[in-house]
């Protein structure tokens, strides 16, 4: 097929062709001094040359070379002239590279290694390394033999070229737990952490960046390299030398990478100073207008990754150089300057606009994700919330799970949801992006949309109008538990002192069916946001009528089953929003089971649960309600009264209160 | 009544402390100071070190060595505001400077307006907070606003209160500023500053107090890492300085600077040879460059009765038409006779020749550090680095200063007598300097030496034993025979030419030697040190050259002489890059 290609591409490749035919030919010569001399000429000829390596390649050079390095009847020098062949074949385009895969050319040079030879090593490791590095190459093809990783540790000592080639290969095919784990055992960091102090740029480099890929989220590697010592000194130490200001950019990048790591998999506390003063700084540094492209969308990323978890160094970012406005600059690409003027700046700016907006996003998420000021300050920062609302319907799906990452951040401000998000409306884009797209960004739209539906949130009226309940209904059959939480949770804030109608809407919209499948669910998440839905349906004297004996059953269900202490005050709770209204008081009194249960957990050690137990008794025995009287003496009678009299006597003051009032009910 | 007598021996006794305390400040704030600013000459333009006591308005009080601000006004309206500034201006050569103010006390509660840390001019009206006025420039604790030169601030960082330490950084290089809370930067807060700005604080609620560093404690923020990354922009930009298209030229340029530099310092053989690797033309007779170096060597050894015999013989009226010249030789004569090394008193005594008289430091040759000071002699600074740079840098290089970064070598240098040349590689290491002995000179080229009989002796242990004269008493008659006769040729001299002060100090300095039973621990003992000998040597060679009309300096040592006078231009005149560009850097 591929000859085929070439044929039909043009004419004037058969001249070229035919000399490369020519090399190849050489290479089945009867003698091997003019194979030699065939592979150092190849060699010349590619060199720079993509046209000529895609044409040796498709005229079958690539198995004759592996063939001739496979032999041990060649000689050492033409062993290693084909490595050197082969490596530049790989240094041209992504075809090359997979043709050369294909040719199965990772084992035979992992083979090679296996020679005692140095400069033949040498040779097949910058080959393999060209290969292991390119995109197209699958990382696993690393690890299917596991003699490899051994065999490429103890290579590491000979020379600063296995060095650097190695710790290459590994920093680009580190890329699950599992490699890292593999990496690990085999003793990495030993063997790679002498490595920070060669005195080779690029050796320093590379290893560099195998601690920063090892480290990412790894408990286990992150421990363990706070306590290495590289030349007596600590390897965080090591790394805040790197990124001192006069270090190359990309060095105190990746070093306050390894640091951000190590931190966030709990190895270095967020409160050391190698973090609030040195990596802080630094990753702020490399947001700066300053920087490249690319290096600002590392930076900020790293730093939003670094921060989220803590208060303290969102706020210390917040006041660092001016971020927060830095950031604004990240929505300035293409600028209008470059469109004009230069078109290769233009092509270059088009290609990390995405990048740069989604990055600053996700910044600005961590760095509002808990203090009030930050938030107001991001909010003000210049057409902010427009930004926002555009980046939610950006064709980039990075770019829309980043803007609403960012609008969930800001909608845990009280302040923030009455004023900028009613004035920019985001709920419109919200609700159109719940329409139709991926979990990860629906989890985060829909937790979002559940604080837009807080009680307080202007928007709730135009949402609700909107026909969101549909919508949220259907969220809550998800696969996801995220998003049943969130779809029930959503639900649960709109019935919060909603309407008669609002609430008949969800009951109706939702379903019994769904309503009990949610009250089993395995996510005690879900359950809990339904319990508190339906407290919220019930809360206002609750017609019964229609399902009053499942609610019922559903308690029943669950104050007997294993749940935990909340699950159940919450249920507690629900029976005593039961307890009411007046249908419901007759479902309970006739169920002596039930009563047998309330009993109980006015008994029980937890208070919580005696709050809630003993606030259902009082709403059973509210005198001015009717047959309060009946009611009233079937309790004294199942011994309700000498309980209640006991917890008037009860160390925690809102359950003495609650048992006091009670009892008055029967004193009056 | 031993009550207040032990009071008093308290109240001393702190006192003392307090004095020691404060020299250990002092010390520390110089070294900090120095390794800071290394470029700043305390002498032309002094750093601050504490706030003036008379740039203040009158309701601010200083304490604590004046480092210490307290507000002793109303504090009722703004027309109650005070300032003081810093003993100095900034001087541009700190290239980036930096203070930092400790909040001890935002001041009484419910004054809701307090302190501004910043800069100002000399002249900026004190009754008013740093940033107000023109020429003004403040960050406002109150409302973290920073303040132009206007009564309107800015939004610029979080505000500030007791316990906060606020840095402030003057970038002279860009002119702009930034401030620092907690170790934290804020960002850039000014641009377009002008030049001599007195870092300033200001003041305005009773009770509020604030401590200044600068540079009397490590500082909170860390500045050094700021000053490396300006450090390395700098020296980018001087890498990547463009040289112009016709490369050709400056490497032709280069080798005739460095074959120029050869010849001036006599190093004969080299100086053929790298002529003959270039394809250059000597502009000496090799005889004459011979010559020179037959006489440097003589100079350099203390034997100077056979230097100026030499010289006479070989350049017959030099020393006539210049008698200030033969003066200045015959004073070093007595001096070394002193030192027991002049040709004369040493065959007089028994004395070992092996003592003193070997000049440990030979490629230090003419211009010594000494005459640094000397402002007459800017050009000559540095010789000794120039030996090493032109030693470690390769030939041809496009860029002198940029390719000699290259190059390090702690010890590489040219050794007179039997030097090693190599035209490919011009890198010679040297286990150290010395005279006469090549430890590791493989091949090459004879420099002379053993065939003109002079023998350099190695540095003996002779310290110990040093003797007036060498210890011999026909030597030390000799001695005071010369003396006296120094001291006619001087009265003979005044006759003819007038008084000339420096011939007077020269002679009486070298006479003063005498007033001590240890001349060489004595404090003109100095005059005894074999360095003293290279001004002399140097200005010898440079009058041999004039009568041939060759250029009294090396063009190389101009060069190297331009250039340092260029960065002391730059420091005069506000470029505060100067600060990253010193030319030792470039010669290693």
């Known amino acids: 097929v591929m000859r085929y290609d070439f044929v039909l591409s043009f004419v004037t490749m058969q001249e070229v062709t035919a000399t490369s035919r020519h090399y190849v030919d050489r290479l089945f010569d009867p003698d091997p001094q003019n194979v030699l001399q065939g592979v150092i000429d190849m060699k010349n000829a590619v060199i720079g040359n993509n046209r000529q390596k895609a044409n040796l390649i498709v005229l079958g050079a690539v198995p004759r070379l592996l063939y001739l390095l496979q032999q041990s009847s060649s000689s050492l020098e033409l062993r290693t002239e084909c490595a050197v062949v082969l490596g530049s074949l790989a240094m041209g385009t992504e075809n090359n590279i997979k043709s050369l895969v294909d040719c199965h050319i990772i084992p035979a040079l992992l083979q090679g290694l296996l020679c005692s030879d140095l400069i033949f090593i040498e040779a097949c490791l910058r080959c393999l390394r060209t290969v292991f590095i390119s995109p197209v190459t699958p990382v696993q093809l690393l690890y299917t033999d596991p003699t490899v990783i051994p065999h490429l540790m103890s290579l590491l000592s000979l020379s600063q070229h296995t060095q650097e080639y190695i710790t290459q290969i590994f920093a680009h095919c580190c890329k699950t737990p599992e490699h890292q784990t593999v990496l690990f055992n085999h003793g990495a960091i030993q063997n790679i952490a002498p490595l920070l102090i060669s005195p080779s740029y690029k050796v320093r480099m590379q290893a560099l960046k195998c601690f920063s890929v090892l480290a990412y989220e790894n408990a286990q590697v992150s421990m363990t390299l706070v306590n290495v010592l590289v030349d007596g000194e600590q390897l965080s130490q090591v790394f805040v030398r790197m990124m001192q200001r006069d270090k190359p950019i990309e060095m105190q990048l990746t070093a306050a990478k390894c640091l951000t790591y190590m931190c966030r998999a709990g190895a270095i506390r967020t409160d050391d100073n190698c973090i609030v003063l040195k990596t802080l700084p630094c990753l702020v540094r490399m947001c700066s207008k300053e920087r490249l492209l690319e290096e600002r969308v590392e930076g900020a990323e790293t730093l939003a990754y670094l921060m989220e978890p803590d208060i303290e160094l969102q706020r210390i970012a917040s006041v660092t150089d001016h971020l927060v406005s830095m950031l604004a600059d990240y929505f300035k690409y293409p600028s209008s300057v470059s469109a004009i003027t230069d078109i290769k700046r233009l092509d270059h700016d088009l290609k990390h606009a995405h990048e740069l907006r989604q990055a600053a996003f996700k910044l600005y998420a961590s760095l509002g994700s808990n203090d009030e000021d930050i938030r107001k300050k991001i909010t003000e920062t210049e057409n902010m919330m427009d930004r926002i609302v555009s980046g939610l319907s950006e064709s980039s799906i990075k770019v829309r799970l980043a803007a609403v990452r960012c609008l969930h951040s800001l909608s845990r401000s009280v302040q923030q949801l009455r004023t900028s998000f009613h004035d920019h409306a985001v709920w419109k884009p919200l609700m159109k992006l719940l329409q139709n797209a991926p979990d990860e960004v629906l989890v985060m739209a829909s937790s979002t949309l559940c604080n837009l539906l807080l009680e307080f949130s202007p928007s709730k009226e135009p949402i609700l109008e909107s026909g969101v309940i549909e919508l949220l209904c259907s969220l809550t059959q998800s696969d996801s538990p995220a998003l049943r939480v969130n779809g029930i949770w959503a639900l649960m804030n709109m019935a919060f002192q909603a309407d008669q109608k609002v609430k008949v809407e969800i009951v109706q919209a939702l379903g019994t069916e769904q309503l009990f499948r949610l009250l089993s669910d395995p996510d005690t998440n879900v359950l809990m946001k339904t319990l508190g839905l339906l407290r919220n349906l019930l809360s206002t004297r609750p017609d019964m009528s229609s399902h009053g004996k499942q609610i019922m059953q559903a308690v029943t269900l669950i104050l007997e089953g294993e749940h935990s202490i909340e699950v159940k005050e919450q249920t507690l709770c629900i029976l005593a929003n039961i307890a009411d209204g007046n249908t419901a008081k007759e479902l309970i009194m006739t169920n002596d089971d039930m009563l047998q249960k309330i009993k109980y957990y006015m008994g029980h050690s937890n208070v919580k649960l005696q709050l809630a137990a003993t606030f259902c008794i009082s709403n059973l025995i509210w005198n001015e309600e009717d047959g309060s009287q009946e009611r009233q003496d079937k309790l004294r009678e199942m011994g309700f009264v000498d309980i209640l009299h006991k917890l008037t006597q009860a160390s925690d003051p809102n359950l003495c209160d609650r048992a006091k009032k009670a009892m008055q009910q029967y004193l009056a | ?588």
């Not at chain 2, 807060?189 to 009770?207: R, S």
């Not at chain 2, 310092?265 to 037959?294: G, M, P, W």
């Open chain 2, 1 to 588: 009544m031993s009550g207040p007598s032990s009071g008093c021996g308290f109240l001393m006794s702190v006192v003392v402390h307090g004095d020691l305390a404060l020299s250990e400040q002092e010390k520390e704030l110089n070294q900090r100071l120095r390794s800071l600013y290394p470029a700043v000459s305390d002498q032309e333009t002094p750093l601050p070190r504490s706030w003036s006591p008379k740039d203040k308005f009158s309701y601010i009080g200083l304490s604590q060595n004046n480092l210490r601000v307290h507000y002793k006004g109303h504090g009722k309206t703004p027309k109650d505001a005070a300032s003081v500034r810093a003993t100095h201006s900034i001087p541009a050569a700190c290239g980036v400077y930096y203070f930092e103010v400790k909040i001890i006390s935002k001041g009484r509660d419910g004054y809701v307006k307090y302190m501004g840390i910043g800069l100002s001019a000399q002249g900026v009206n004190m009754n008013r907070l740093p940033g107000w006025d023109k020429h003004s420039y403040g960050y406002h604790g109150d409302d973290g606003h920073s303040f132009c030169s206007s009564g309107t601030g800015q939004p610029y960082g979080p505000t500030f209160t007791t316990g906060d330490v606020i840095g402030c950084c003057v970038n002279l290089i860009n002119n702009t500023c930034f401030y620092t809370k907690n170790g934290h930067s804020l960002g850039i807060a000014f641009t377009d500053l002008p030049p001599n700005l007195y870092p300033t604080v200001g003041l305005q609620t009773p009770g509020e107090v604030v401590d200044a560093n600068f540079g009397q404690h490590p500082f909170v923020f860390d500045i050094e890492d700021y000053m490396r990354e300006w450090r390395t922009k700098i020296q980018a930009q001087i890498d990547c300085f463009p040289i112009g298209e016709r490369e050709g030229e400056w490497q032709a340029m280069i080798q005739k600077m460095v074959a120029s530099y050869l010849v001036h310092h006599s190093y004969c053989a080299t100086a053929e040879a790298f002529a003959k690797s270039t394809d250059q033309a000597v502009h000496e007779e090799l005889a004459s460059i011979k010559n020179r170096q037959k006489i440097q060597k003589l100079v350099l050894s203390g034997r100077m009765g056979e230097a100026i015999e030499t010289t006479q013989q070989l350049y017959p009226s030099l020393l006539e038409r210049n008698s200030d010249l033969l003066f200045m030789l015959k004073v070093r004569q007595f001096i070394e006779m002193v030192n027991g090394t002049d040709s004369e008193v040493r065959c007089l005594g028994g004395r070992s020749p092996k003592s003193q008289d070997s000049y440990p430091g030979s490629p230090r040759l003419f211009n010594s550090p000494v005459h640094k000071a000397s402002s007459s002699q800017t050009y000559q600074t540095s010789t000794y680095y120039i030996h090493k740079f032109f030693f470690s840098a390769s030939i041809g290089k496009k860029n002198i200063l940029q390719k000699s970064g290259l190059l390090h070598q702690k010890k590489t240098f040219l050794v007179p007598k039997s030097t090693c040349f190599l035209a490919a590689e011009v890198e010679m290491e040297v286990d150290h300097f010395s005279n006469g002995v090549s430890e590791s000179s493989s091949n090459g080229f004879l420099n002379g030496s053993s065939t003109h009989g002079i023998d350099l002796e190695e540095l003996d242990s002779a310290q110990s034993k040093r003797q007036l004269c060498g210890g011999s008493q026909a030597a030390i008659e000799r001695m005071i025979q010369f003396g006296r006769e120094l001291q006619s040729m001087s009265e003979h001299l005044r006759r003819e030419r007038g008084k000339n002060s420096a011939n007077k100090k020269m002679l009486k300095d070298a006479f003063s030697l005498l007033a001590y039973s240890d001349p060489w621990n004595s404090p003109v003992g100095y005059q005894l040190d074999s360095i003293q000998r290279e001004p002399v040597c140097s200005t010898l060679n440079s009058a041999i050259l004039e009568t041939h009309n060759l250029p009294k300096q090396p063009p190389l040592a101009l060069a190297v002489g331009q250039a340092a006078q260029c960065l002391s231009l730059m420091a005069r005149t506000g470029s505060g890059s100067c600060a990253f560009a010193s030319v030792d850097d470039y010669l290693h």
